[in-house]
């Protein structure tokens, strides 16, 4: 069935450098690719997403980049802060048996101080 | 705050124990998703409702059933509670019934002892 593949499970980074997080989607109609933020004991917030006809999107820290021919994106966060400790998301849709998101199994960012 | 209620916050029950969540979507929206979170684990997503239809399903046990009202609201229910039925349930969100641009509420949390 449909799945996307997020890669690492967790993620430690110092302060001020840069976090790449990775996924893959095996549904080559997906064409919304949004990511999530969940904080401890919040529910997932929505940082950024992304449509398939374009490549990349910024917004201030935070960048993704789309690759369709190789179903792969990636969020990047640049310049690191502690207030970007989390859990993160990828996430794509899915057109199979009824339009749906489907969520990687998410990546626990640390920053260390 | 993404503009999604849900109570309540907290819910600790019994085995074979049936319960309900609910949920208010955001203003103008006529998409309600839910999801489930167990303990270090994903989203799963389990259904979801456009508009007071049942629009598209998940991995969502028998066990369980959800409705729409006509205000929007939406209700989740548990019936024959086991203890892996622990987790957290998230509400979602969005304008339109493709399933982008969700906004999670901030969660019931699910404890069956």
């Known amino acids: 069935g449909e799945n996307v593949e997020q890669h690492p499970s967790t993620l430690s980074v110092q302060e001020g450098d840069s976090a790449v997080i990775k996924c893959t989607y095996s549904d080559s109609a997906s064409n919304y690719f949004p990511w999530y933020k969940q904080e401890l004991g919040k529910g997932p917030q929505l940082i950024i997403d992304?449509?398939?006809?374009?490549g990349e999107k910024k917004d201030q820290r935070i960048a993704v980049t789309l690759n369709k021919t190789a179903k792969h994106f990636s969020l990047h966060i640049t310049e690191t802060q502690p207030e970007d400790s989390a859990v993160y998301f990828c996430a794509a849709n899915t057109y199979s048996s009824a339009s749906k998101i489907i969520f990687g199994s998410g990546t626990r960012l640390s920053i260390r101080p | 705050d993404s503009g999604v209620t849900q109570t309540p916050k907290h819910l600790i029950t019994a085995t074979g124990q049936r319960v309900t969540l609910r949920c208010s979507p955001r203003?103008?929206?006529?998409?309600v998703y839910w999801y489930q979170q167990s303990l270090d684990q994903g989203l799963q997503f389990l259904i979801q409702?456009?508009?007071?239809?049942?629009?598209a399903k998940g991995n969502i046990l028998e066990r369980f059933s959800a409705q729409q009202f006509p205000d929007l609201h939406s209700e989740l229910n548990l019936s024959s509670l086991e203890l892996g039925d622990s987790a957290l349930y998230f509400c979602?969100?969005?304008?339109?019934?493709?399933?982008?641009?969700?906004?999670f509420g901030p969660g019931t949390r699910l404890t069956v002892l």
């Open positions: 992304i449509r398939s006809n374009v």
């Open positions: 409702y456009y508009n007071g239809e049942e629009r």
């Open positions: 979602a969100s969005s304008t339109g019934q493709e399933g982008n641009e969700q906004f």
């Open positions: 203003s103008g929206d006529l998409s």
